[in-house]
């Protein structure tokens, strides 16, 4: 055997060898493809019912004898009126044959807990409705809505079923009348958190989650690209300096809920900082990113040709001017790519915040970062921990909401990359 064919039959193991390597490669991709299409298709389907709402529309006569209440009755008045003793009588009046007290409680069930308050809102913006009857439609409980939906099946023995036979016929009856309807649940993006999952939404969980990123960006983000420019710029190469930036580098690596523990200490316990507010919850999350922003400022900073400096200095810049004028500039689309970046991995952080508080029930809608208030991987953990089962799928719909701004935030980052991205 001659050489050439000594050489050729090792081209074709190292021919073969490289196919394999290729179908091994795509076969990984392919793998990681489908599973987060199966992931995906899983949180969406169980997420589907969160995003409708079924409502029951009943006759309300708002009796002013009933209610204490006219026209003219103070808004006071009307907040600490008892709007559920006319919602129990139109259901009475609907299902006149229920008579006993067991059975009254189960047919008042039918409506959710914040009935009452949807129609003194109504009462409270339009007082002419006292004396009139006006039919309203109110949320369901959350059996009522998962029996609608199909998640408690009406075919199971009454032994198997949380809904009993009795309110089954109830709901059944409701639905032959034309009273029972489905919506898309609107309730789900302007509530507050609630202990019933029919009244359960993810405002306040936003905002707190808006609040806690803006104290994040406007401390870690000019704190960052400070020390990025000093470093790459301005800083003598010793001995300290290197210690610093391989600090820096180990920073990057420390986990999440160090970071919530020092928020925990420092913030809190020694400064007396408002517990689970986005303030604290921006503060710690700034010290969590700043690591990430620099290490990505410093590449983009780097990245800049030395011939762009020179050219400044020679036609008679400072060094203040050529890094701030032109360097700067040049470096700014990948500084805000790896900011952009670095806000989204806080944004999905939850280990640091559950250390500070954010983990707390809160109901009402933050309106400033110093309002109590939590954050969407902290609601998320919430609404899975939970018992009812109407929480299920608001716990993944709260993960779409969640993985909607992630993608969103990432893909922003992309564009800025590609668009303002220079060759040298």
Do not use: C
Request: proline fraction near 5%; hydrophobic fraction near 50%.
């Amino acid at each position: 055997m001659n050489n050439t064919d000594i050489v050729r039959q090792s081209l074709k193991k190292r021919y073969l060898k490289e196919q394999i390597f290729k179908f091994m490669g795509m076969f990984s991709i392919a793998t990681a493809i489908l599973f987060l299409l199966i992931l995906l298709v899983d949180i969406t389907t169980k997420a589907m019912p969160a995003f409708s709402q079924t409502k029951i529309a009943l006759p309300i006569n708002l009796d002013a004898e009933k209610l204490g209440l006219d026209a003219n009755s103070s808004t006071e008045s009307m907040m600490n009126a008892d709007f559920r003793l006319v919602i129990r009588a139109a259901l009475l009046e609907q299902f006149p044959e229920v008579t006993k007290r067991k059975a009254k409680r189960e047919l008042y069930s039918l409506t959710s807990m914040g009935a009452e308050f949807q129609l003194r809102d109504m009462v409270i913006e339009d007082p002419s409705l006292i004396g009139q009857t006006k039919t309203i439609e109110f949320m369901a409980d959350d059996d009522v809505d998962a029996v609608i939906k199909g998640s408690i099946d009406r075919t199971l023995p009454e032994s198997d079923r949380r809904v009993k036979d009795q309110k089954l016929s109830w709901i059944e009856s409701l639905e032959k009348s034309g009273q029972i309807s489905t919506g898309f649940n609107w309730n789900f993006f302007s509530n507050g958190d609630s202990r019933e999952p029919e009244m359960a939404g993810i405002k306040g969980a936003v905002l707190g989650s808006l609040f806690t990123l803006l104290v994040t960006l406007a401390l870690s983000f000019p704190v960052a690209v400070a020390a990025a420019i000093y470093l790459e710029e301005f800083a003598p190469k010793n001995r300290f300096i290197d210690f610093i930036e391989i600090n820096i580098n180990n920073l990057a690596a420390v986990p999440s809920i160090v970071f919530g523990l020092l928020g925990l200490a420092v913030f809190i316990n020694f400064f007396s900082m408002p517990r689970s507010a986005p303030l604290v919850g921006g503060i710690v999350l700034s010290l969590m990113t700043l690591p990430t922003i620099i290490i990505a400022s410093r590449s983009a900073i780097k990245a800049v040709p030395p011939s762009l400096r020179e050219a400044a200095l020679g036609l008679g810049a400072s060094k203040m001017q050529s890094v701030f004028h032109h360097v700067l500039p040049a470096a700014l689309p990948g500084i805000l790519t790896g900011t952009i970046i670095g806000m989204a991995q806080a944004l999905g952080e939850t280990a640091p915040l559950l250390m500070i508080g954010m983990v707390a029930f809160i109901v009402d809608i933050p309106q400033s970062a110093v309002d109590p208030s939590t954050v969407l991987p902290i609601q998320v953990y919430l609404w899975a921990d939970s018992p009812e089962r109407g929480f299920l799928a608001k716990t993944s719909a709260a993960i779409l909401v969640l993985l909607f701004f992630l993608v969103a935030m990432n893909a922003i980052a992309i564009y800025l990359r590609k668009k303002f991205e220079k060759k040298w």
